[in-house]
């Protein structure tokens, strides 16, 4: 099966930038998405990048994607305590036509 | 609110029990999912329906046993359920379920299931 890898945790002090990383293995995946999750709730989706581009911004979030190496990073500027949650990274899995999740990375936001 | 919608959001339930678990989602989508969080693994997607036809049985045990009667409907029936199959369900809908076009899923809240 294909495989999606995040680190588990991070932290940051509010104001700084966040970035979460994600690897990936499927080549063949079309769009590679970014959830986030909240206590208690379901997945959010947060942004996903067409897999022909190297860079999307989104008011704070910036997706960056390098193909070649099958890397995905999630950068979300000015971090508030609100953006506290586990973050996803998934990428469409062509051969069963679903997602294909990481294990989340969990971002705590320190005040 | 993402128009997806799972009941009951707690569930506690004995080996020898039968229960299901309902998903609803009023987006006017044609694929739906369920998928199993568990503490210490990644989600892993169990089922797929598209159009109403069961398209992914990713080698889950027969103890779940879902239906979808619908399109906007989605049912997982459990029985003899084992201790390690304490978990959040999540459910989930996408457009079409191709694989093929921009699958942006959109979840529901989940059930947490503890099996005593």
């Known amino acids: 099966g294909e495989d999606v890898e995040q680190s588990l945790f991070l932290s940051v002090r509010e104001g700084d930038s966040s970035v979460i990383n994600c690897t990936y293995t499927?080549?063949?995946?079309?769009?590679l998405y970014w959830y986030k999750q909240e206590p208690g709730a379901g997945l959010q989706l947060l942004t996903y990048i067409f897999s022909n581009m190297d860079m999307k911004q989104d008011q704070r979030l910036t997706v960056l994607l390098n193909k070649k190496d099958k890397h995905l990073s999630l950068r979300i500027a000015d971090t508030q305590t609100g953006d506290s949650a586990i973050y996803f990274c998934a990428e469409m899995d062509t051969g069963r036509r679903a997602l294909t999740f990481g294990s989340g990375t969990r971002l705590q936001v320190q005040p | 609110e993402t128009g997806v919608t799972q009941t009951p959001r707690h569930l506690v339930m004995g080996m020898t029990n039968k229960k299901s678990l309902k998903c609803e989602q009023h987006l006017g989508h044609n694929a739906m999912y369920w998928y199993k969080q568990s503490a210490k693994k990644p989600l892993e997607l169990m089922f797929v329906?598209?159009?109403?036809?069961?398209?992914e049985n990713n080698s889950v045990p027969s103890r779940f046993s879902p239906e979808c009667p619908n399109s906007s409907h989605l049912f997982l029936h459990l029985h003899t359920l084992q201790p390690e199959d304490s978990a959040l369900y999540l459910c989930?809908?996408?457009?079409?379920?191709?694989?093929?076009?921009?699958?942006?899923?959109?979840f529901g809240s989940g059930t947490q299931l503890s099996v005593l």
């Open positions: 499927d080549s063949s995946s079309t769009y």
């Open positions: 329906y598209n159009f109403k036809e069961q398209t």
């Open positions: 989930a809908s996408s457009q079409d379920g191709t694989g093929g076009t921009n699958e942006k899923l959109f």
